[in-house]
């Protein structure tokens, strides 16, 4: 158990529609990330959050953002979900911004029908 | 970013020690090298992290030459729970943050 939290643990949704993706990270971690992992694309990392602001942005789609809360927890919303959009979703956690220990919670399978 | 090379796959039976080497021919001064973890349908899952020479812990071994062109994570005595994808990585780190990129890794199987 990494002690990184995400909910829900599958999504299944149709096609335009709209979801959230939650995770909280480890305790005492002020920086949550968001990789996308499908079959065909491998693990593609998304975005990075340090203590409430944006921090880096990788290969995230306009339909998608984040944001983090004052109480470190993160929020991933996906909008007019499509097909390819199926994946498993992960948030990781780590103590600093700039850090290559990271600490991955269980994920979120999203499929898109 | 420094671009890593290291095998598809490789086959190991429990018991033994499995050495994986990745090639970063490109690395930079600064960079680490960083290992993962990962098995079906979780997250990855960091192993070790070196910059030189040896690093040692309760699960791995990684050796790192002089030159940093290539790193070996060493896996001592597998056993089937072993049996995982294993990921390289150097670098990513910029300016404003850490984004991990993964490349394919390596699929380690562990056979009786």
């Known amino acids: 158990d990494s002690g990184v939290t995400q909910t829900p643990k599958h999504l299944i949704t149709a096609t335009g529609q709209r979801v959230t993706l939650r995770c909280s990270p480890r305790?005492?971690?002020?920086?949550v990330y968001w990789y996308q992992q499908s079959l065909d694309q491998g693990l593609q990392f998304l975005i990075q959050?340090?203590?409430?602001?944006?921090?880096a942005k990788g290969n995230i789609l306009e339909r998608f953002s984040a944001q983090q809360f004052p109480d470190l927890h993160s929020e991933l919303n996906l909008s007019s979900l499509e097909l390819g959009d199926s994946a498993l979703y992960f948030c990781?956690?780590?103590?600093?911004?700039?850090?290559?220990?990271?600490?991955f919670g269980p994920g979120t399978r999203l499929t898109v029908t | 970013l420094a671009k890593t090379t290291q095998p598809i796959s490789m086959d190991s039976y429990e018991g033994q020690e499995v050495n994986i080497t990745c090639s970063h021919n490109n690395i930079a001064t600064n960079d680490y090298i960083t290992w993962y973890q990962q098995f079906p349908s979780q997250g990855p899952r960091f192993i070790i992290q070196?910059?030189?020479t040896k690093v040692t812990n309760e699960v791995a071994s990684l050796f790192i030459p002089a030159d940093r062109k290539s790193s070996t994570l060493s896996l001592p005595r597998v056993s089937l729970s072993d049996t995982a994808v294993y990921y390289c990585?150097?670098?990513?780190?910029?300016?404003?943050?850490?984004?991990?990129?993964f490349g394919k890794g390596t699929t380690l199987s562990v056979s009786s």
């Open positions: 305790s005492g971690d002020l920086s």
């Open positions: 959050y340090y203590n409430g602001e944006e921090r």
């Open positions: 990781a956690s780590s103590e600093s911004g700039t850090s290559y220990e990271q600490y």
């Open positions: 070196g910059y030189k």
């Open positions: 990585l150097v670098g990513g780190l910029n300016q404003a943050g850490t984004a991990l990129i």
